[in-house]
């Protein structure tokens, strides 16, 4: 099946520093997602982007899907964007329903006052 | 107005019970998952539904059991529960889009809050 790598697995920050987190994927994808887990454990959707480029406020996303990656870059991070971080894809050719996405292992971010 | 939702939120039980839970979207999908996410933080696809139909059933015991009453709804029943099965159970919910012979969901799939089941 497909591989999804996401790194770095750990990351700690200084407020108001910027970071750049990467995901691979092994093969073709309809379908890419970035969710932030937060300390509750709700799965928050960031970014629904299988290619191009994407802004939300201090975060955005670019997807280069021929190349097979995606990075989440977040700007002026803030303490309240501690969580774990995750990557997400449908491969591509899925007969119907089988939609279902598969997970990086994710990179834990730690944001430090 | 919430758009996935899961009950309960936490439920901690003996081994040997049998226990549900329930998920409902109000977002008109028609498509919906089971996900569970282990001790690890990773998580990984059990079922897939559409239009009430499953469609995936991942390497999952007999025991896990998905009803869906109608396309809004995805329940879990869980049989004669094991220490291993204690984990976060998220539902989740999508729209798939039939191109040509190929079906692909080219929308995004939407969670629910998530309920940790405690085993012990």
């Known amino acids: 099946g497909i591989q999804v790598e996401q790194s770095p697995p750990d990351l700690i920050l200084q407020e108001g520093a910027n970071s750049t987190l990467r995901c691979n994927f092994s093969d073709s994808v309809n379908n890419l997602q970035w969710f932030h887990q937060n300390p509750w454990g709700q799965l928050i959707n960031l970014f629904y982007i299988p290619s191009g480029t994407k802004q939300n406020g201090r975060l955005s996303a670019t997807t280069v899907a021929t190349e097979r990656y995606s990075l989440l870059y977040i700007s002026s991070s803030q303490t309240t964007d501690s969580g774990v971080y995750f990557c997400a894809v449908v491969p591509r050719g899925r007969q119907t329903g089988a939609n279902n996405l598969f997970f990086g292992t994710g990179t834990r971010l730690t944001v430090i006052p | 107005d919430t758009a996935v939702s899961q009950t309960p939120k936490y439920l901690v039980t003996q081994m040997g019970n049998d226990k549900s839970i329930k998920c409902e979207q109000n977002?008109?999908?028609?498509?919906m998952y089971w996900y569970k996410q282990d001790s690890k933080k990773f998580l990984k696809i059990m079922f897939s539904y559409n239009n009430k139909e499953l469609i995936i059933n991942e390497t999952v015991p007999n025991r896990f059991s998905p009803k869906s009453p109608d396309k809004a709804h995805l329940n879990l029943h869980i049989n004669s529960l094991e220490l291993g099965d204690s984990a976060v159970y998220f539902c989740?919910?999508?729209?798939?889009?039939?191109?040509?012979?190929?079906?692909?969901?080219?929308?995004?799939?939407?969670f629910g809050p998530g309920t940790r089941l405690t085993v012990l």
């Open positions: 989740a919910s999508s729209q798939v889009i039939s191109r040509l012979w190929v079906t692909s969901s080219y929308n995004e799939q939407f």
């Open positions: 977002l008109g999908h028609d498509t």
